[in-house]
């Protein structure tokens, strides 16, 4: 790999590859919805823009590439038990829930759902963990190691537009001359398969359900700019598992739903629903009043196997994250030694900030040497941060009590490198850090794993000014590695 990258190109090449990636985007549904300012001129969401994307992949160590994806099965495995450990929720949300209304109020369902007598034991986890690139100041980049962000349990989003951009990257460098300048070739882009993972696990879950009527209801968001990442599935459902799917909002669920008294089947518009796919609900904002709620726990209480349970979106929280770091933890729920020291090995200083030694000591920490961390709420969906000042200036706001509801995490120090991302047509050229998610699929039937495996990945890429890493919050694009 040339010390030059990305690849040398004229302006007259840039704008070749610029009008190739575009077009290709819009012809294979790489695409969103434009902002709400931009749909203007068009009616009934007829517009849509090219997804915000990297112009050549980005690379990435082929090593720390494959092991978070050989981490990812553990993970699946792991995430389920702490689901099924109701003294890990217990003790976890007994504290989030007096800081946190949010969590209170998802623990609520889950407290009222297990009292009433849980209707169905399977559950599905389609769940990404997200890692970034460590190297300690001064060290050569070369050492360079993944740590993990965190893990996602709801709504884990791109994986649609993720398997586009992989291919996207194989067709320019397959259609268009002197595109990797000799530093690309086909074999450092891995195959990408996200979209039809989701779609196979959403099925293995349809199937399970055992009535061939009876479909897939995918939880959305009104107005969604993000939804051909998620239509990309429901096609795939379709025409690989002969399973059809319907897009509701919560509202919808609760105006047109209803619960069987005797089978806790949930019928919405007149439609069986053997599995509920969360890509909303993930945080306040998708809450706007009593039937949200109403409609979260209507769901929790039903036949229909959950995509997430109430129990698996709250072992998401941050909070679990930084539990699992205190030694003994982790290795209660991993069989082997061997696979926890791995898992272990992935995790950057995770601290509490309650009114325990540990966390007063942390709180101090971070009010001496705020850039060494970040600061974290119990939240998904990108946005949601504190970095730098910030931290001193919030954690100088927050009672001992209120601190519960955040942790502090070592701020992950990437090596930067230079990149061209897209953006509504755009060249953007800067020093850029990217975000690598692998996808994990999950089945148990109440009793046994159906389905545990790795499902596909996703790299995001920004710039390195910027904090967050959400691509539909407007921070990232979407790119593929480029092994190295």
Not at 72 to 79: D, G, K, R, Y
Not at 158 to 170: D, N
């Amino acid at each position: 790999m040339s010390s030059s990258y990305p690849p040398q190109a004229s302006s007259t090449k840039l704008s070749e590859i610029r009008a190739e990636a575009i077009d290709w985007s819009l012809a294979h549904g790489l695409v969103v919805r434009p902002t709400i300012d931009k749909q203007q001129h068009f009616e009934h969401n007829a517009a849509v823009t090219h997804a915000p994307l990297a112009l050549y992949p980005t690379p990435f160590p082929r090593a720390e590439f494959y092991k978070a994806k050989n981490l990812q099965l553990p993970w699946n495995t792991l995430i389920h038990r702490m689901s099924q450990d109701d003294q890990l929720i217990t003790e976890l949300m007994q504290t989030l829930s007096q800081v946190d209304d949010f969590m209170k109020r998802l623990y609520d369902i889950y407290v009222q759902v297990k009292s009433e007598g849980i209707a169905q034991s399977a559950s599905l986890g389609i769940h990404r963990c997200d890692y970034l690139l460590h190297a300690d100041l001064g060290k050569d980049t070369s050492t360079a190691r993944i740590q993990q962000v965190e893990f996602n349990t709801i709504a884990s989003s791109f994986g649609s537009l993720s398997t586009r951009t992989s291919e996207l990257h194989k067709y320019l460098l397959s259609s268009v001359d002197d595109y990797g300048h000799g530093q690309i070739t086909m074999d450092q882009l891995p195959d990408n398969d996200a979209v039809e993972s989701i779609a196979l696990g959403l099925a293995s879950a349809w199937k399970l359900y055992g009535k061939p009527n009876a479909r897939v209801m995918m939880i959305v968001q009104p107005g969604e700019r993000n939804a051909f990442d998620q239509r990309w599935i429901e096609y795939s459902l379709l025409e690989k598992h002969g399973v059809r799917l319907l897009r509701r909002s919560m509202e919808q669920v609760v105006n047109n739903g209803e619960l069987d008294p005797v089978t806790r089947a949930l019928t919405v518009d007149g439609y069986e629903i053997a599995v509920t796919y969360f890509r909303a609900g993930y945080g306040p904002e998708d809450y706007h009043g009593d039937k949200e709620w109403e409609a979260r726990l209507t769901i929790e209480r039903s036949l229909s196997i959950k995509c997430p349970t109430v129990a698996y979106q709250l072992v998401g929280a941050k909070k679990v994250q930084q539990v699992l770091s205190v030694p003994g933890r982790l290795e209660h729920y991993v069989d082997d030694d061997a696979t926890a020291s791995d898992l272990r090995e992935s995790f950057a200083g995770l601290y509490p900030l309650d009114d325990s030694l540990e966390g007063n000591q942390a709180y101090e920490m971070a009010l001496k040497d705020a850039e060494r961390f970040v600061l974290k709420p119990q939240r998904e969906g990108g946005g949601n941060n504190v970095y730098g000042d910030d931290i001193v200036a919030t954690l100088n706001k927050l009672s001992v009590k209120e601190r519960n509801a955040y942790i502090l995490m070592d701020l992950i120090r990437t090596p930067p490198l230079d990149n061209l991302m897209l953006r509504e047509g755009a060249i953007l050229n800067g020093q850029v850090v990217s975000e690598l998610g692998i996808y994990g699929i999950y089945l148990n039937d109440g009793e046994n794993q159906v389905v545990n495996q790795v499902g596909g990945h996703l790299l995001r890429t920004k710039g390195i000014d910027t904090k967050e890493g959400g691509v539909a919050a407007g921070f990232a694009v979407i790119d593929s590695p480029l092994l190295v």
